[in-house]
Structure formats: structure tokens, C-alpha cells
């Protein structure tokens, strides 16, 4: 007697049909609306300018931010770069470097006058009438260094 095959051979099936998605891919990929984004390369002589006006904002520096500033619209307006913004900041920080140096120049010539004068008052003095005790001796420095340098 033989035994019966535990494995039984079954007819082969072909594979089953999955069914359709339920839209269909797009055939095709169309390109997006507009020119594509290329970015403008950014002008060295704004990127220098800025620099220049910020660490020249309060010193003679700033007189470099302005120059490069000038420099740098020119060649934005030219070349189509980008940074006019960089190269505007320049310029306004230049200015300012360029007044509060002006500023500062007027103020330690304002200074060594007013001190020269004291000086010079301090040598009409005698020397016999001091050391004084009156306080008054200020005032009237004062009233002669104000008389010479105005």
C-alpha cells in the first residue's frame, strides 16, 4: 500500500491582476511658471563698504565706506549685482564717520585753545599772591580766558 502525498500538487494559477490606480501618473512633467531663481552675485565693493562704515562709524574709517560706497552703486547699476543696500548703509555710515570726525578735530582745536589761553592767563599772575585762600582767583581766570578767546 503506499501512502497517500501529504503535500498534494495543486494546479498552478496565474498571478492575479491587481486593478488600475484610480487616476492615472502624469505623462508628463511641465515646468514651473516663470524663469527659474538664478541669484545675482553680491558686489565686493558693497560688502567692503559696509564693513568700512561700521567700523568707521565714529573714526576717519569712515571716509573709506564712502568712497567704496560710491564705488559699489556705480558698478550695481552697471553690472546688475546685487548689495545696493550694503553699499547705501556704507555711504550713510561714512557720512557719519566723516561729521563725527570733523566733530572731534573742531573739538580738540576748541580745547587747546581754550587751554592755551588758561596758560597763558595762569603766567600774568604774580607768584607772590600765592598760595591764596580766596576762591575768588577762579572767577577771575575764567572771565580772562573767556575776554582772550572770544
Same mark, same amino acid.
Given at each position: *500500500?503506499? %501512502? +497517500?502525498? /501529504?503535500? +498534494?500538487?495543486?494546479?498552478?494559477?496565474? /498571478?492575479?491582476?491587481?486593478?488600475?490606480? /484610480?487616476?492615472?501618473?502624469?505623462?508628463?512633467?511641465?515646468? &514651473?511658471?516663470?524663469?527659474?531663481? *538664478?541669484?545675482? &552675485? %553680491?558686489?565686493? *565693493?558693497?560688502?567692503?563698504?559696509?564693513?568700512?562704515?561700521?567700523?568707521?562709524?565714529?573714526?576717519?574709517?569712515?571716509?573709506?565706506? !564712502?568712497?567704496?560706497?560710491?564705488?559699489?552703486?556705480?558698478?550695481?547699476? =552697471?553690472?546688475? =549685482?546685487?548689495? =545696493?543696500?550694503?553699499?547705501?548703509?556704507?555711504?550713510? !555710515?561714512?557720512?557719519?564717520?566723516?561729521?563725527?570726525?570733523?566733530?572731534?578735530?573742531?573739538?580738540?582745536?576748541?580745547?587747546?585753545?581754550?587751554?592755551?589761553?588758561?596758560?597763558? =592767563?595762569?603766567?600774568?599772575?604774580?607768584?607772590?599772591?600765592?598760595?591764596?585762600?580766596?576762591?575768588?582767583? *577762579?572767577?577771575?581766570?575764567?572771565?580772562?580766558?573767556?575776554?582772550?578767546?572770544?
Amino acid at each position: *500500500m503506499s %501512502t +497517500p502525498d /501529504p503535500y +498534494p500538487q495543486q494546479p498552478q494559477q496565474p /498571478p492575479a491582476q491587481q486593478p488600475p490606480p /484610480p487616476y492615472a501618473p502624469y505623462a508628463a512633467q511641465y515646468p &514651473p511658471y516663470g524663469y527659474p531663481y *538664478m541669484p545675482r &552675485p %553680491t558686489n565686493g *565693493m558693497a560688502i567692503a563698504a559696509m564693513v568700512c562704515g561700521i567700523a568707521g562709524a565714529c573714526s576717519p574709517i569712515g571716509i573709506l565706506g !564712502l568712497i567704496f560706497g560710491t564705488i559699489a552703486k556705480r558698478q550695481i547699476q =552697471e553690472r546688475g =549685482e546685487a548689495g =545696493e543696500g550694503m553699499a547705501t548703509a556704507g555711504i550713510v !555710515l561714512g557720512w557719519i564717520g566723516v561729521a563725527a570726525t570733523v566733530l572731534l578735530i573742531g573739538y580738540y582745536i576748541f580745547l587747546f585753545a581754550i587751554l592755551g589761553t588758561a596758560v597763558n =592767563e595762569l603766567g600774568n599772575i604774580d607768584p607772590s599772591d600765592w598760595p591764596t585762600d580766596d576762591p575768588t582767583w *577762579m572767577i577771575s581766570l575764567l572771565g580772562g580766558v573767556l575776554s582772550a578767546s572770544f
